[in-house]
Every structure is written in C-alpha cells, then in structure tokens.
C-alpha cells in the first residue's frame, strides 16, 4: 500500500490527473481484499461478496459526487465527510435489493450508473483553481489509513457476512486521500479531473469483479486474478479511448 499510494502520486505529477486517476481506480485496495478473504474464507465466500461490491461501487459514484458538490464551498474536511455520508447512506438503501437482483444485472446497473454519473459530472471550467499549501507527512498518512482498512476488512470479514463484507470492501479510501490531498494543493478543478480519471478506470475495475464471481468459483484465485486484472486494463484503456473521441476527457496525455 505505501508503494502504490506513493506511485500514484508520482504518476499523478508526471502525466497528469487523469491518467493519476485511472491508475488510482485499479483494485489496489479491493483486489488484496477480495484475495486475502477468498484465501481465508473461501473461494465460494469471496464470490459471494461480489454482488455487494457492486453496491459498493455505486456508493463509491455518490462519494465523489457529494465532495465536488460539497468542495465547490467548503474545504476539503468538509467534502470528504458529505462523501462518506453519502457513501454510507448509497450503500444501505441498495443492500435492501440484495437477493432482489442478479449478478449481471448489478453489474448492468454498475456501469449504467457510471456512464451516467460521467454523463453529467461537473466540468473543470466551473470553478477557478486556487492555489493551495503543501501537505506534510501524505504519504505516512495513506500508508496508515490505507494498510490499517485491508486489515480491518479482512479479519471482520466472517462476522459481517459477504454481502457487507463487500458492500464495504471499494470504500473510498485511496479516493478520499487523493481528493483531499489534490483539493488542498491544487483547487477543486484537479480534484475534479483526477476523480474523472478514477470514474474511466472503474469500468475496468467493475469487470475484474464481474470476472471474479465466474473465474474463483473454477481455478485458483492467483490465476483469476491474473485474467481479471489483464481485462481490468484492456477495459480502461478501451474507455479512455472512447472518452477521449466523444470529448469527455481531454486527448493530451497531461491533464
């Protein structure tokens, strides 16, 4: 975790937010957890969180959401808490329709959901950036933060049951510390686009779970997460693309 927090950074500050983002939406945090409750729980046990994953996700859409709306005029603390609210509040309404609906189509809703979220997020051109202070210690922070959650996660993982053992696996957790970091140095417009760049690489993610509840269930979990996350990328790469000739994102490499 401290290695990939602080690679996202770095990737961040040399090619711009939007491919910060993409790298950011990888299932850095998720994957690990996924693996270390299928390794301990079972494979049959980690499929079955992945319907609530998908819930997850869409609180993950509403996190996001709420801190831009929220940051457009007030700090980063105060952003950061209405998306969590509304992470919280997202993932309890869905967690009813559990057993209501489908794998596949949580996993319709997911990406439906995305594209829609994309559709009428916010331009960069809203709000004027304003200059911000740096931040000491980030990367000990997200290293704390970050490590401490997996941990957490995983060994409560028999006592909350799949449905909210996945529910809360995709919290916005590198999210949170990469909009309020980008918040505070660099402006609400950054946080914007390096949160665009997060929705592009969230179609790539929402497909190595989809992939997941098929593949573990049928060969090891090293070799199913090695499919998945070959997918993960073609999917985000094939996103970008298409977000770029539709003009959703910028075509430059640095944005």
Not at 78 to 89: F, I, T
Not at 92 to 98: E, I, Q, R, S, T
Not at 111 to 131: C, S
Request: hydrophobic letters at 60%; charged letters at 5%; glycine letters at 8%.
């Amino acid at each position: 975790m401290p290695v990939i927090i602080a690679l996202v950074t770095l990737i961040s500050r040399k090619w711009g937010n939007t491919i910060g983002g993409m790298i950011a939406s990888m299932p850095w945090v998720a994957g690990p957890i996924i693996l270390f409750i299928a390794l301990e729980q079972g494979s049959a046990f980690a499929a079955a969180s992945i319907s609530g994953v998908m819930m997850g996700i869409i609180g993950w859409l509403t996190f996001c959401l709420a801190y831009i709306y929220v940051g457009y005029r007030h700090n980063a603390i105060w952003s950061v808490l209405a998306g969590y609210a509304a992470y919280l509040l997202t993932a309890y309404l869905f967690h009813f329709l559990d057993g209501y609906l489908s794998l596949t189509a949580w996993f319709f809703l997911t990406l439906f959901l995305i594209t829609l979220t994309v559709r009428y997020y916010p331009d960069t051109g809203r709000v004027v950036a304003k200059a911000g202070k740096p931040l000491r210690f980030d990367i000990p922070m997200r290293m704390v933060v970050m490590t401490s959650f997996v941990l957490i996660v995983t060994y409560s993982a028999q006592m909350l049951g799949p449905m909210w053992s996945g529910i809360l696996t995709p919290v916005p957790v590198m999210t949170a510390v990469l909009a309020m970091f980008t918040h505070y140095t660099q402006g609400i417009d950054a946080t914007i686009v390096i949160l665009k760049g997060m929705f592009i690489g969230i179609y790539g993610f929402t497909a190595f779970l989809f992939l997941q509840a098929f593949l573990l269930p049928v060969m090891s979990v090293y070799l199913a997460f090695l499919i998945g996350l070959n997918v993960n990328v073609l999917v985000s790469l094939l996103a970008k693309a298409l977000f770029e000739k539709f003009g959703a994102i910028p075509s430059t490499a640095k944005s």
